[in-house]
């Protein structure tokens, strides 16, 4: 039955004389996205709204689930597109419309019509009236009520005029490359993969870095973070990540510091060298999963000694959440089941007893002096290592 979708965008609106950029970037990940679904397509812009008109057969259901993926959408309406051949031949549109789309006419209505073209004869108010009395002459069963209708029969008049009645909600935010790009530190728990994903929705293109520790976390650990990524990926686009053989430097870490400082000064050596990959690739900033006195290294003393050694800003943006409220969101992104499988990262195998929760920046630099000998070397040999995966969907 349809033949083509409306998409509506919110922010997007409210831009000035820059908005037709974020309509443009909006349209080339909806490209993106409808790459993989079979079936060609042809999508334009018009007055605020951007359409995608199919010209061959193609999967509703696979097109409108790659949709609900693209940030800057808010809502998804499969729509009927018809030409102005004047106001009976709308009436006949809408009622055939109603009747295939609705086989069960017990249902209340409303119907809801904007102009935007404004030399259309009849104004809106008039449209509505005229239109509700041709729909109940033609379903005697169907009732309106303007409050809390069943069907909102939506008519947009336009260069053509706009039939439809679902809005699909899409994930909203800004389209991803509006605003940039960032590097996320993935691990594989839960709290990672959701902080990339919300400041994605900001418009931020992500790269990621992932520490690995071999022998001590497995393959199988290492692929569970790609997995995380790919399911991150079906909102953000390609995630270039970047493996770094961590094993060396934890090593070194335990060998020379306090056991009680460990979670820190390690944390301090995986945002120096994520920065340093971070500056490599044109990121402007780091992302972190840390929320407030979460675990002992996120105390706001934590953060304020693993921040120290940065000098991209850090991006948190779970910072206020309890964990209950980042596991909601992961799971509905669907990054959940995943991140809850049982395989170790290195910041859960090297562990202290009892962490440092209020470290002092004093003491951790005359720690970390008792790394001078070797620690650049290490740090320069896992850089220098790295594995880059490049993550689709």
């Given amino acids: 039955m349809y033949k083509a979708f409306l998409i509506k965008y919110a922010e997007i609106a409210i831009k000035g004389k820059n908005r037709h950029l974020f309509e443009d970037a909006l349209v080339h990940q909806i490209k993106i996205a409808l790459k993989s679904v079979e079936g060609e397509f042809q999508i334009s812009k018009e007055q605020g709204r951007i359409y ?157 870095t992932y520490f690995h520790a071999p022998p001590y976390t497995s393959e199988r650990a290492k692929q569970k973070v790609v997995d995380l990524a790919k399911i991150v990926a079906r909102y953000t686009g390609p995630i270039y990540l970047k493996v770094v053989n961590f094993t060396d430097i934890q090593l070194y870490i335990y060998e020379k510091c306090p056991h009680e400082e460990l979670t820190i000064i390690m944390r301090r050596y995986m945002m120096r060298i994520a920065e340093h990959f971070a500056k490599e690739t044109g990121s402007l900033g780091l992302i972190t999963g840390e929320s407030i006195g979460q675990v002992a290294s996120q105390t706001m003393q934590s953060l304020a000694a693993t ?18 409220e980042i596991i909601s969101v992961s799971e509905k992104i669907g990054t959940y089941e995943t991140s809850i499988l049982p395989y170790e990262d290195c910041c859960t195998i090297f562990v202290a007893k009892h962490p440092v929760t209020k470290p002092n920046l004093n003491i951790i630099r005359r720690s970390e002096e008792k790394l001078k000998e070797k620690i650049d070397q290490l740090v320069q040999e896992a850089i220098d290592s790295v594995e880059t995966i490049v993550v689709e969907a």
């Fill in 52 to 208: 995608i008109e199919a010209l061959s057969d193609y999967d509703y259901e696979e097109t409108v689930e790659q949709l609900r993926h693209v940030f800057g959408i808010v809502g998804i309406c499969p729509v009927v597109l018809v030409e102005d051949e004047g106001f009976e031949k709308l009436c006949e549109d809408v009622i055939s419309y109603l009747d295939a789309r609705y086989p069960d006419k017990n249902k209340t209505f409303k119907v809801n019509a904007r102009r935007a073209r404004k030399d259309y004869p009849m104004e809106s108010m008039e449209i509505n009236a005229e239109l509700g009395g041709r729909i109940l002459d033609a379903f005697p069963q169907m009732k309106v009520d303007v409050h809390h209708p069943d069907i909102m029969v939506n008519i947009e008049i336009r260069s053509r005029i706009n039939i439809y009645s679902e809005i699909i909600p899409g994930p909203g935010g800004m389209p991803v490359g509006t605003n940039g790009k960032a590097m996320l530190l993935l691990s594989g728990g839960i709290d990672s993969p959701v902080a990339g994903y919300m400041i994605a929705k900001r418009g931020v293109k992500i790269d990621a």
């Fill in 307 to 324: 921040n120290e050694v940065c000098t991209l800003p850090v991006y948190r943006p779970l910072i206020g959440f309890d964990k209950q």
